[in-house]
């Protein structure tokens, strides 16, 4: 594929982003002024409601004391009491005690205004109640709305993005550039075999006006083997042939064009498409990361210490992934179609599970099993496969639906319909996939010999360490715990950082530092499993943690195997650090800091090794 | 379905998905707020009848004795509407005072008890289910020891007028209008995209002339110029070479007839 063409493909889907999530956020927006329309009113009136109820009651107290026969200037408490229920009610901002001629007698605040409550003893006017409304909580409210909206449309634009730019490379660009080397072949005198280009589209029919002109020449040839195949079958002695030899030898190479191509399987198509098929179930799989933490919080478990709660679902997950995949990576190729197919099954209904489980340990159970079929899946999807030879795209997108938008849009349903019904809706996501994995030509699907199969790498666990650490356990049992979206978005900001630092393949030591530093800096922002609301300062941690650690990801030096089970086992790691963490009081991120510099250390180690002896 | 019909076609779902999440999240966002309002309303009558309760307890009355308590919950009922129902339970979970008076006597679900047991360090318990959210506080004697709950049940998201139900027409056509300029919007960039295939397939079927401005060196039209060319003058040639064969053919006839006829 030319540059133009590759920088066209760019704009074309960026425009088609655009298109979409500008067309989902203007709909947002409108159905949320018309929502706004609808629900506020009656929001103001209830809170209106609780108002009145309040500052009738207590008006009530009042009367009550002055009915005892306590003077208003010699009430007792009513400060206390005030105090009380402004601290008790929060649609409440202050409330003053005043007397008929406006003086203020007691008042939680200064300058109260707001409703007034008389107090009327005898049928006489004897004080008023004042209370100040609290700011409604509907501006915070349609605020962070408007993020998720925003969100919304951002993420799926994204998604648009991605497909329309798969699609044009993969289908129009190809063909483009297919037609373009053919129709530059037969000018130089290269005539191809005929190929019968099956299917629709403004491609194919491209290269079937390719063959349409090639017709003429087909049949000129057919005339021209015609007359050879008689001479040659009058040329008994052989003396024809060789005056034949000098009239078709300039001729030659058009000759070729009668031939035709053998019925064509698409190999690199079938490949390709078992590569992306993961990536979408990848996608669908992260969308738990903003609950799985936080979802295990809630649960509990009594024989374990609570450090372990958010962490256990991910350590489980990591080990049986890992021990799934090696397994899996076994099978003979003709298993390959069902290990997929019941990967995703296992998996799908694992998630689905999880909307009626209230035990710890059937959630954890369910998560194990969830981690063995993404293990089964992946490896039968990719087994031999090198991470980025074939497919350049591959591994930037799969770090961007792992990271970016599959925790967005997870965050974003269970804002929408809740947690359970977010893992039901992943889980049924799972399960239709699988049945797409049954439709790949699984037999076209191989190992190749010379895939470097080394079972693992150190960068990239130390990566999985820190991503395991914060974005799978931290964030969401902490800022995220009861904001799915921000937990959401956090790891996004992680995920977008990693997956521009991928291709700019960052010196190993730049990466650490920044891995390092982006540690320390959420570590000073506070981020720990109380933090109830993410800053600036823990985004800015999640974007250089996401550099750094993307920057230790090389693709290209390892197969996705290597590339899935070194991740899992640091993320599985990582998790765990931060439970030892909390158990020995230590900063949460203190080991898993450790964890990173190690395993990065350990991993050069080992490189230099290989290289000495591979010298 | 073409390549790009079908990319049109996906598109045009993931808008509607898109729409749709937006609406659930309006509806989920703003029934919450609804049950926070109703909740906040709820707090004051919450820690009066507790404060009420927890008066005659320090008066050395136990749970079951003091019964003003059935008739402030009444109250509490008849006062607000948002509540469905207001009980107190022993720390047992046996109901002692219910607004349901049939139910008096009963135990309060194991879900109660549970939510009872995972609350924070504070006296607040809270619980949502299905259709309702009920918002409980203990009961303290002197001592600061429980000696019983109180139980509001309210009507949670699901009782709300349904927010979706209200924009709903609005939806249907906010979606359709967003589907539609998604999908005519990606149809004309994948238009825009396929242009120059489409033309150079026009010009190999012949329905348009070859070469022209767009023809430009490294374009598919200059090549397709260049391979029709090549094809002509390579027809040409094939042709040629078959009347050469022919020739061969034709002179060994006569040589066989040259032969044949001396015999």
């Given amino acids: ?615 | 379905m073409s390549p790009a019909v079908r990319t049109i076609f996906a598109l045009s779902v993931l808008t509607l998905v898109g729409i749709t999440l937006s609406v659930l999240l309006i509806n989920e966002a703003l029934d919450r707020l609804r049950v926070r309002a109703v909740e906040s309303n709820i707090d004051f009558i919450l820690t009066e009848l507790r404060d009420s309760v927890e008066a005659s307890v320090s008066l050395g009355l136990l749970l079951p004795e003091i019964h003003v308590a059935q008739d402030l919950i009444e109250r509490a009922r008849l006062g607000n509407q948002e509540i469905l129902a207001v009980e107190i339970f022993d720390p047992s979970g046996v109901s002692v005072y219910n607004t349901d008076r049939g139910s008096i006597g009963e135990r309060v679900t194991d879900d109660w008890l549970e939510a009872i047991r995972l609350r924070d360090d504070s006296r607040r318990w809270r619980l949502e289910q299905l259709d309702t959210v009920v918002v409980g506080e203990e009961i303290r004697n002197d001592f600061g020891e429980p000696v019983g709950h109180l139980a509001v049940t309210l009507a949670g998201a699901a009782h709300g007028d349904g927010l979706v139900g209200a924009v709903a027409t609005r939806f249907a056509v906010v979606a359709a209008a967003g589907v539609l300029i998604v999908a005519l919007l990606s149809a004309l960039m994948f238009h825009i995209a396929t242009r120059d295939l489409r033309m150079v397939a026009r010009q190999l079927y012949g329905q348009e002339p070859l070469g022209g401005p767009s023809a430009e060196p490294g374009t598919l039209a200059a090549a397709a110029v260049a391979m029709c060319a090549a094809i002509d003058e390579t027809i040409v040639e094939v042709d040629l070479a078959a009347e050469k064969v022919r020739a061969l053919d034709q002179d060994e006839e006569i040589a066989a007839e040259d032969v044949h006829e001396p015999a």
């Fill in chain 1, 1 to 615: 594929m030319s540059l133009p063409d590759a920088r066209r493909d760019l704009i074309i889907a960026a425009i088609v982003g655009l298109i979409l999530a500008i067309s989902v956020g203007a709909g947002g927006a409108l159905m949320l002024s018309s929502a706004e329309r609808e629900a506020l009113p009656e929001l103001s009136a209830k809170v209106r409601e609780g108002s009145d109820t309040v500052g009738q009651a207590v008006a009530d107290q009042i009367r009550m004391a002055l009915d005892y026969g306590i003077p208003l200037e010699g009430l007792y408490g009513v400060d206390t009491y005030f105090a009380n229920v402004v601290s008790g009610v929060p649609t409440i901002d202050a409330l003053a005690l005043v007397d008929p001629d406006g003086d203020v007698l007691t008042s939680t605040a200064e300058n109260v205004t707001g409703l007034a409550f008389p107090v009327i003893t005898g049928g006489k006017l004897m004080a008023n109640v004042i209370l100040a409304p609290a700011p409604p909580l509907f501006g915070h409210t349609v605020g962070k709305l408007r993020l998720a909206l925003a969100a919304t449309a951002v993420v799926l634009g994204l998604v648009a993005a991605c497909i329309t730019l798969l699609v044009l490379r993969r289908n129009v660009s190809a063909g483009r550039a297919r037609l373009r080397h053919l129709m530059l072949g037969v000018s130089r005198g290269v005539f191809p075999a005929r190929t019968l280009p099956s299917g629709r589209g403004a491609t194919v029919v491209a290269l079937s006006g390719f063959d349409y002109r090639l017709a003429p020449l087909e049949a000129s040839v057919r005339c021209l083997e015609d007359e050879v195949a008689t001479v040659r079958a009058i040329d008994f002695d052989g003396s024809l042939s060789e005056k034949l030899d000098p009239i078709l030898e300039p001729v030659a190479a058009a000759r070729g064009v009668v031939e035709t191509a053998g019925a064509s399987v698409d190999r690199p198509g079938h490949r390709s498409f078992a590569g992306w098929l993961a990536v979408a179930a990848l996608s669908v799989y992260a969308m738990s990361i903003p609950f799985v933490s936080n979802f295990a919080i809630d649960r509990q478990w009594e024989y374990v210490p609570v450090d372990w709660w958010p962490s256990l679902p991910w350590i489980a997950e990591g080990i049986a992934a890992i021990m799934a995949s090696t397994l899996a990576r076994t099978l003979p190729q003709q298993a390959r179609p069902m290990a997929a197919f019941f990967g995703l099954l296992a998996a799908g209904l694992s998630f689905a599970a999880a909307y009626a489980l209230r035990d710890y340990g059937l959630f954890l159970a369910s998560r194990a099993v969830a981690g063995a079929g993404l293990g089964v899946t992946v490896s039968a999807l990719f087994s031999g496969r090198s991470a980025d030879s074939r497919e350049p795209l591959l591994p930037v997108m799969m770090l961007l639906s792992l990271l970016v938008a599959g925790p967005v849009l997870g965050g974003l349903l269970g804002e929408a319909i809740g947690r359970r019904m977010a893992f039901l809706s992943a889980g049924i996501l799972l399960i239709a996939l699988g049945f797409t994995s049954l439709t790949v030509r699984w037999n076209t699907i191989g190992g190749h010999a010379g895939a470097t199969a080394h079972g693992w790498n150190g960068a990239m666990a130390a990566a999985g360490a820190a991503f395991g650490a914060v974005s799978l356990v931290l964030v969401p049992s902490g800022p995220g715990y009861e904001n799915y979206l921000a937990a959401g978005l956090l790891v996004a900001a992680g995920g977008a950082a990693a997956t521009l630092a991928l291709p700019l393949h960052p010196r190993w030591p730049v990466s650490l530092a920044a891995a390092l530093a982006g540690m320390a800096l959420l570590s000073w922002s506070g981020l720990s499993m109380s933090e109830p609301m993410p800053g600036a300062a823990t985004a800015l941690g999640m974007a250089v943690l996401g550099w750094g650690a993307g920057g230790l990801v090389r693709p290209h030096r390892a197969t996705m195997t290597t590339l899935f089970l070194s991740t899992g086992a640091g993320i599985a790691a990582g998790a765990g650090s931060v439970s030892i963490a909390g158990a020995f009081a230590l900063p949460p991120l203190a080991i898993a800091a450790c964890l990173v510099l190690v395993l990065t250390l350990a991993g050069q180690v080992a490189v230099r090794r290989t290289t000495a002896v591979a010298a």
